[in-house]
T-cell receptor, first 115, second 117 residues
Framework: DTGVSQDPRHKITKRGQNVTFRCDPI?????LYWYRQTLGQGPEFLTY????????KSRLLSDRFSAERPKGSFSTLEIQRTEQGDSAMYLC?????????????FGQGTRLTVV | AQKVTQAQTEISVVEKEDVTLDCVYE???????LFWYKQPPSGELVFLIR??????QNEISGRYSWNFQKSTSSFNFTITASQVVDSAVYFC??????????????FGKGTLLTVNP
């Protein structure tokens, strides 16, 4: 297990299309986070899961966004009816209770471009 | 509300110079963690250090050192004898503490460090 894995790394889509991203956390990590990073900004929290339960959603997460973690392992983030403002890097992170959830390990991100 | 301010947007130095990246934070929590992450052009956030709110000891790791001062709500990061490979965007982040553990991070806007040969 080499770390948090995100797929795809890059996605170009036309405005109005739906897209889905996948995140595979580090094995045994019970927490999984999604962040969004726009150009020149730091990552912003979107949502997080503890096992399969989605415990918090940011107000940044509009109704067009939905995240799931059905079996408490991998997670998906879907954006419906994409808009140009959705263009960003979507970062996934996971953390372990064995480390007191004190450190989040990040994946390499999925860069979304909406044209 | 949590807030992290990195006032330096970009810094450019010549190799072997020392450089300090500033970070100021705001929180009402008494328990929290502070972090520094490095983001190279590949995009992945690389963890550098964490410090909890009860540990104000400065830390040195090789060419990196961190100065945490609760009195000024600052957590500054110094790279000694910078190298070209240090070129990246550096983020300071603050975690909230809920239910006995950390959870979401609040990041600053980052400082782009360019080390020229």
């Amino acid at each position: 297990d080499t770390g948090v894995s995100q797929d795809p790394r890059h996605k170009i889509t036309k405005r109005g299309q739906n897209v889905t991203f996948r995140c595979d956390p580090i094995s045994e990590h019970n927490r999984l986070y999604w962040y969004r990073q726009t150009l020149g900004q730091g990552p912003e929290f979107l949502t997080y899961f503890q096992n399969e339960a989605q415990l918090e959603k940011s107000r940044l997460l509009s109704d067009r966004f939905s995240a799931e973690r059905p079996k408490g392992s991998f997670s998906t983030l879907e954006i419906q009816r994409t808009e140009q403002g959705d263009s960003a890097m979507y970062l996934c992170a996971s953390s372990s209770p064995l480390l007191g959830n004190t450190e989040a390990f990040f994946g390499q991100g999925t860069r979304l471009t909406v044209v | 509300a949590q807030k992290v301010t990195q006032a330096q947007t970009e810094i450019s130095v010549v190799e072997k110079e020392d450089v300090t990246l500033d970070c100021v934070y705001e929180t009402r929590d008494t328990t929290y963690y502070l972090f520094w992450y490095k983001q190279p052009p590949s995009g992945e956030l690389v963890f550098l250090i964490r410090r909890n709110s009860f540990d104000e000891q400065n830390e040195i790791s090789g060419r990196y050192s961190w100065n945490f001062q609760k009195s000024t709500s600052s957590f500054n990061f110094t790279i000694t004898a910078s190298q070209v490979v240090d070129s990246a965007v550096y983020f300071c982040a603050l975690s909230e503490w809920r239910g006995g553990s950390n959870y979401k991070l609040t990041f600053g806007k980052g400082t782009l460090l360019t080390v020229n040969p």
